[in-house]
């Protein structure tokens, strides 16, 4: 529960104002604008992961694609009702489809299925093939095309035929030297929906015809000629018969829809609120927002965080920020001050942060900060309340507060701005701290806000009260906003008089007058700011330091990468002349093996094995120890796949794994295939990996097994590995999928589709014939239904 008064008192609905200008459709808008929150911990738990999926997403991809999103919920009512839609109605509805499908398949794609996304538009509606029916009917307009139906098509040729007649007809009656004197204007035009030519009204006679119109002074009448009146009826019929066939589609199209219509608004309705988690996203980049540790504990501790809407205002740097802490030591905080001192901005920024959190929003903090879900945000703050209802101040913040003490408990936070004004300083006081004591009672958090110093001695005499207050700039008379947590507050009255010129009498006179306890609770509260100060101070040149070893830790892991990216770098460039010199002294080893086949006395023999003898050598003493070094995994952490590279000690040799039998391991090994155990393996990895199997490659020794026959594979449908080619000519669709093909087999896609209509058969199946003959296809099939049918071939590549 938040109480409508509540929210509008933290200006709650001008946070929505601003995440609304961050959507992209206005479904996504009119979400934002009416933000639900959550309705328990483990519902803003889960918000909160949506808005992190979002942000990783736009980290990782740059974008997420929801563009083409239409409001067509009133379109989907005018189905139900079984009223007939635009063209442009159709296309809206195809436009929402088309961004749904999109999405869906952009999230199944970048998201596992635990993630909060993912289960979120797996639901979702989609019908490609109504997309395709309503694409192929209508022009970018929304006006109805040829292709669809088949019956409209024949009706448009037809009157496109007729129409030609007419006007071949009328332009040589125009052109016809006899009727130059009879013909008003050299021009064909339409009167009452019949093709007529104008004409001098006293020479009508002179051509057979109809009148239809004539002019406002009527010297020019409209004439068709009976040698049109035919085909002018045949075009008025043909007329008639497209609209009624344009009518049937219309309506057949809507009937296609009325099943799914509760469906399509379910999906719209996610749709809606898929948008205003990018919004959050995006608005929390906006502030530099900061993902907070959300707890069911009631715990606040904020770490430099800045009201939200001042940011927007001011800019990011010209607003304080402040620390605040609530609900570990203390569970009510009495904020005391001066009036105008920036106690109402912390708890308003407090309340919305709290808001903000129940809606999934992250909040604008430097460091990662903790916050507790709270059930019910109950405010009073300003007098708007009163005024709405003629009452007085101090009335209209009892009514207020009345209701909040009976909806207060343990899971609510309860904001008081400036608790108990507008009466009597004394009994103002004393009703501020009985409601406090209410308050604390039903063991809600409290964060009040008050210029009686009475209420600063609470704290005394509650241990579950904190005093802090804002600290206030006597020099320049202004707030400077930051919060002093334990340090109750100060009018500073007198000391501002004195600043403001008042005379030397008044303000001696004004110190006489005060009591001499509140003198020394006054010299008491200036101590305690002294003494804050300068653990300020402290922890200030504590956190210094910490960040100063923060930066050196970050230094020398930077060092320490460079030394391991050197080390590494020496034993790479080791092992490229290691396999230098192996490829070197295998040579010379074959060359004295040939000598030896060449003549095979034993004398020649003996020196043969000498010298084979001293290459090793050379070899070994080169490399004694740099031999030794090997980039392993440990055993314990081996993941073995098939077709995976390891070192096997014993043979000391490269092997490929080729079978993975219970406990044990069948590995090739050249020629030999050998079965193992897992721990007589190690792994290696990277550069030396590629310098084995290189090596062994260089010796004559295969490193491939035989794969598994090859399975097609289909990639997601996108705008790169999809052609159009409805509405063009053969030859124009072929010189097309050619350059489709030609550049998607350069692009390494192994999946196409090709969109040529269903229609008369005759652009399909030159396509078809074409990839019959074409080399890069390894093979193609018409698609499922959820594809387009027999509108559409997906075409595999060869790999």
């Known amino acids: 529960m938040n109480d409508l008064n509540s929210t509008k008192a933290l200006s709650w609905t001008s946070v929505l104002d601003e995440l609304a200008k961050k959507a992209t459709s206005e479904l996504g808008k009119s979400y934002c604008l009416n933000l639900p929150f959550a309705q328990s911990y483990e519902h803003a738990l889960q918000l909160q992961k949506q808005t992190s999926e979002a942000l990783h997403l736009f980290d990782t991809e740059g974008n997420i694609p929801i563009g083409g999103l239409r409001n067509i919920k009133k379109s989907l009512e005018d189905i139900a009702k079984g ?27 970048k998201l596992t299925e635990d993630k909060e996304l993912y289960l979120l538009v797996f639901p979702l509606y989609t019908n490609q093939d109504l997309e395709i029916e309503i694409d192929v009917a209508f022009s970018s307009d929304g006006t109805m095309q040829d292709s669809a139906s088949q019956a409209l098509g024949k009706i448009r040729h037809s009157m496109r035929q007729t129409q030609q007649n007419i006007k071949d007809n009328l332009t040589r009656m125009l052109q016809d030297s006899k009727y130059k004197n009879i013909i008003q204007e050299t021009i064909i035009t339409q009167r009452n929906g019949r093709y007529v030519i104008p004409v001098r009204a006293e020479a009508q006679s002179s051509i057979k015809g109809i009148v239809q119109d004539q002019s406002i002074s009527g010297s020019t009448v409209y004439l068709e000629p009976m040698s049109i009146v035919e085909d002018n009826n045949k075009l008025a019929r043909k007329i008639v018969e497209e609209r009624v066939e344009i009518e049937r589609i219309l309506r057949e199209l809507g009937e296609k829809i009325a099943p799914d ?24 980049i906006s502030i530099n927002a900061k993902k907070p540790h959300i707890n069911d504990k009631g715990i606040i501790d904020l770490h430099k965080v800045k009201h939200p809407l001042l940011i927007k205002q001011r800019g990011e740097d010209n607003v304080t920020p402040i620390d605040f802490l609530l609900g570990k030591t203390f569970d009510a905080m009495i904020i005391t001050g001066s009036n105008t001192g920036g106690k109402t901005v912390t708890l308003k920024t407090l309340g919305l942060c709290v808001l903000m959190v129940k809606a999934g929003l992250y909040l604008p903090t430097k460091t990662e900060s903790e916050i507790g879900f709270f059930e019910k945000v109950l405010a009073d703050i300003g007098d708007e309340q009163s005024i709405e209802q003629n009452l007085s101040t101090f009335s209209g913040h009892l009514i207020n507060i009345n209701s909040i003490i009976n909806n207060a408990d343990q899971k609510s936070l309860i904001l008081l701005d400036e608790v108990g004004t507008g009466t009597d300083p004394t009994e103002g006081a004393a009703i501020a701290q009985a409601i406090i004591e209410a308050l604390i009672e039903r063991k809600a958090k409290i964060v009040v806000t008050t210029h009686y110093g009475e209420l600063k001695t609470m704290a005394f005499h509650f241990p579950s009260i904190s005093n802090a207050s804002v600290e206030f700039n006597v020099e320049t008379l202004s707030p400077t906003y930051k919060l002093l947590i334990g340090v109750p507050g100060k009018s500073n009255a007198i000391y501002i008089a004195q600043r403001l010129g008042v005379d030397s009498k008044t303000i001696i006179r004004a110190k006489e007058l005060l009591k001499g306890e509140e003198q020394d609770v006054a010299a008491s509260i200036e101590n305690l700011e002294k003494e804050y100060k300068k653990l300020i101070t402290e922890r200030s040149r504590f ?23 050197k080390k590494k770098k020496i034993r790479d460039n080791l092992y490229e002349s290691f396999e230098a010199d192996i490829s070197s002294s295998m040579e010379e080893i074959r060359q004295v093996v040939r000598d030896l086949q060449r003549d095979k006395n034993s004398q020649n023999a ?16 080169k490399y004694k120890n740099q031999l030794e070094a090997k980039v392993i995994v440990p055993k314990d952490d081996l993941e073995i796949n098939v077709g ?9 040799q490269l092997v490929q794994v080729i079978s993975l039998k219970d406990k044990k391991i069948e590995v090739q090994a050249g020629p030999l295939k050998l079965t193992i155990d897992k721990s007589e393996l190690t792994k290696v990895e990277g550069k030396e990996l590629k310098q084995r199997v290189k090596s062994l490659k260089n010796m004559g020794i295969s490193t491939k097994i035989k794969t598994a026959p090859r399975v097609q594979t289909e990639s997601y449908r996108n705008s790169f590995n999809e052609c159009d080619l409805r509405g063009l000519y053969v030859e124009e669709a072929l010189e097309k999928v050619s350059k ?39 093979s193609f099939r018409s698609g499922e239904t959820n594809e387009g049918g027999e509108g559409i071939s997906v075409v595999y590549l060869k790999g």
């Not at 003996?606 to 003493?621: A, D, P, Q």
């Open 543 to 565: 956190e210094e330091l910490n960040y100063s070893l923060g930066e050196k830790e970050i230094l020398y892991n930077q060092k320490f990468e460079e030394l391991e990216a």
């Open 261 to 284: 219509i509760e469906a399509i608004l379910e999906t719209i309705e996610r749709m809606a609120e898929f948008d205003s988690i990018i919004a959050k996203a995006q608005y929390g």
């Open 606 to 621: 003996e020196n043969s094995r000498l010298s084979i003898e001293n290459v090793g050598k050379k070899f070994k003493n």
């Open 644 to 652: 995976d590279y390891f070192y096997l000690e014993k043979i000391r």
């Open 740 to 778: 489709f093909i030609d550049g998607s087999s350069l692009t390494g896609a192994n999946t196409l589709y090709i969109i040529h209509g269903k229609g008369s058969g005759a652009l399909r199946n030159a396509v078809r014939d074409y990839l019959k003959r074409t080399s890069y296809i390894d």
């Open 83 to 109: 009223i007939i839609l635009t063209g442009v109605n159709f296309l809206d509805i195809s436009s929402t489809l088309k961004s749904v499908r999109n999405l869906k398949r952009f999230i199944i794609n």
